[in-house]
């Protein structure tokens, strides 16, 4: 089973990501995880991505192909969480997988209001700042979620038409374990 798994942000993905990977024995490649740990890093590509995680946008293509495209190097069986953004890496995504001599099993879309997401990123906001961590996520900043949104409605939402053959769309909203229950259950077609 290979799976990629997007939603806005806010939507729960890397909740139900972790869920799902558990439940199916897949590897969950969480490309956020991804990014940070290049930003951890502080090599010059990992300054480039910090930025611009930091603006709100999204990593250019070429960085997020490769970024990815090395994370799955071995793997048969995985859910690819937060990846493909937009359709061009979509495309580059099924021309990779097809080199590899498989195809992706489904695309399994959250489906939450805006208004919903919002809250949720507000309120994940608030408890990290009740932890002391050594990583503060600086894409949850309020001045940049409204950026998000908009990119993820520009670039990202169309991936519902480009799957649309091969497309999960679950309602995200409900409790982690109500959601969780609706994808295992969207997704025993799949299986």
Not at 79 to 99: E, I, K, S, T
């Amino acid at each position: 089973m290979r799976i990629v798994f997007f939603g806005s942000p806010g939507s729960g993905k890397g909740t139900q990501a972790n869920e799902l990977a558990t439940g199916y024995s897949l590897t969950h490649v969480s490309t956020g995880e991804l990014f940070r740990a290049k930003v951890l890093d502080s090599t010059r590509i990992g300054r480039r991505i910090g930025d611009t995680i930091a603006a709100g946008s999204l990593v250019d293509d070429i960085t997020a192909n490769y970024v990815l495209f090395k994370a799955i190097e071995g793997l048969n069986r995985f859910l690819v969480d937060g990846y493909p953004r937009n359709v061009a890496q979509a495309r580059m995504f099924d021309v990779h997988l097809d080199n590899m001599g498989t195809k992706l099993t489904c695309a399994l879309f959250l489906d939450v209001p805006i208004e919903v997401a919002e809250e949720r990123l507000i309120l994940r906001r608030t408890q990290r700042h009740d932890k002391v961590e050594n990583y503060r996520r600086a894409d949850d900043a309020p001045a940049v979620i409204h950026h998000r949104f908009d990119v993820y409605r520009k670039q990202t939402k169309p991936l519902i038409q480009y799957y649309s053959d091969r497309i999960i769309k679950v309602d995200g909203t409900g409790s982690p374990t109500e959601v969780t229950h609706k994808i295992v259950k969207a997704l025993r077609k799949w299986e």
